[in-house]
């Protein structure tokens, strides 16, 4: 039931369970992945017999580490094609399971980055668990927060949203939690045995709320707490920088403040793309205003003119190819990236507009 060797499909009881199956890749996630994944899952949204979802990863590191992001880079080098396909079809897909009609249950079981936050977070439920590592790092390969993290990132208490986008922050289990990123957490040794619980219900009640509630009633009971998290006790340090409007601004009121964490933060975000910096905060500004739809119409957008730029390919350069982590950012700092450079990944892409059936 699957046109990729990369993604597997199969039937527990009444619950659709797909697997991403790219181990060694840490399951990221390819265009024959999306293509695959697509009309299934929306088979399974008109399919009575099926009456939830769950997604997973296999191996024991990640669940999703993000798209294939060197095939992207690779093809556009070569002028082709998959810098505009890969990112249509992958946000079309965030956009279905946003919508899916059933209960969506992601287990973000390891490392789960970019494209994978993409496939976890816009579901109903996202089980955490102490191998859970989620992050938006965009930035730092001269991209931005996509898959709709626009639209996620802006609706976190203020100023995570740009915290998370902006510094790439490796969040854990009860970080994800207190975000609202994860739902629930366990043990990820307890997964197995709440598939098998999920395989065996018989709801014979037709309204689809049943099934919600005894999906919910599974995951409420084998949930535990994960511990304090530690982006509690640091949300008036983040809230005093990161609630600044400007890049400058963020960088500045980090530089007044004498401790290590200040002057780590700070010295992360200047290894970043410039450019990349200043289009993650006007992205995240815009989309508080704006729906889902518009988010990834927006997102859309932002992907072709990283296309069309220098950062992302250099940040694919340093951090993937030649793994020397010293890109050669063009513009080298933020002060040089003009208001005319981040408006231009925002302008209108006419006829290629990205556009939902």
């Not at 899952?41 to 939830?52: F, H, I, N, R, S």
């Amino acid at each position: 039931m699957t046109g990729d060797p990369d993604i597997r499909f199969e039937r527990l009881g009444k619950v659709a369970c797909v697997t991403l199956d790219r181990p060694k890749a840490l399951n990221a996630l390819t265009l024959g992945m999306i293509r695959a994944f697509q009309p299934v899952l929306e088979d399974w949204g008109k399919d009575p017999d099926v009456q939830a979802v769950v997604i997973r990863g296999s191996g024991p590191k990640a669940f999703c580490a993000g798209g294939d992001v060197r095939a992207v880079c690779e093809a556009g080098l070569e002028g082709g094609e998959l810098t505009r396909i890969f990112f249509r079809e992958e946000y079309i897909l965030n956009r279905t399971i946003k919508r899916f009609p059933k209960p969506f249950i992601a287990l973000p079981d390891g490392i789960t980055m970019g494209g994978g936050m993409g496939l976890s977070v816009h579901g109903r439920y996202r089980v955490a668990t102490e191998k859970t590592v989620m992050a938006m790092p965009e930035t730092a390969i001269g991209f931005f927060p996509d898959v709709g993290g626009s639209y996620f990132l802006s609706r976190l208490p203020a100023p995570f949203g740009a915290y998370v986008a902006l510094t790439g922050a490796r969040l854990k289990a009860a970080d994800a939690l207190y975000l609202g990123l994860a739902t629930h957490y366990m043990p990820s040794e307890r997964l197995e045995s709440v598939l098998e619980e999920f395989a065996r219900l018989d709801v014979s009640e037709e309204e689809p709320w049943h099934w919600d509630a005894k999906i919910a009633e599974i995951l409420d009971t084998h949930s535990e707490t994960p511990g304090a998290a530690s982006l509690e006790a640091e949300h008036a340090r983040i809230k005093r920088h990161f609630a600044h409007e400007s890049i400058e601004g963020i960088l500045d009121s980090l530089a007044a403040e004498d401790s290590d964490w200040a002057r780590e933060v700070r010295e992360s975000l200047e290894q970043r793309s410039p450019t990349s910096l200043k289009i993650t905060m006007e992205q995240i500004r815009r989309a508080a205003d704006l729906d889902f739809d518009a988010c990834m119409r927006m997102e859309y957008r932002m992907s072709q003119g990283c296309m069309a730029g220098h950062d992302f390919y250099e940040g694919i350069r340093a951090v993937l190819i030649d793994k020397d982590h010293a890109p050669d950012w063009r513009p080298s700092t933020v002060r040089e990236v003009s208001p005319e450079i981040v408006q231009a990944h925002f302008e209108s892409l006419g006829s290629l507009e990205l556009v939902f059936d």
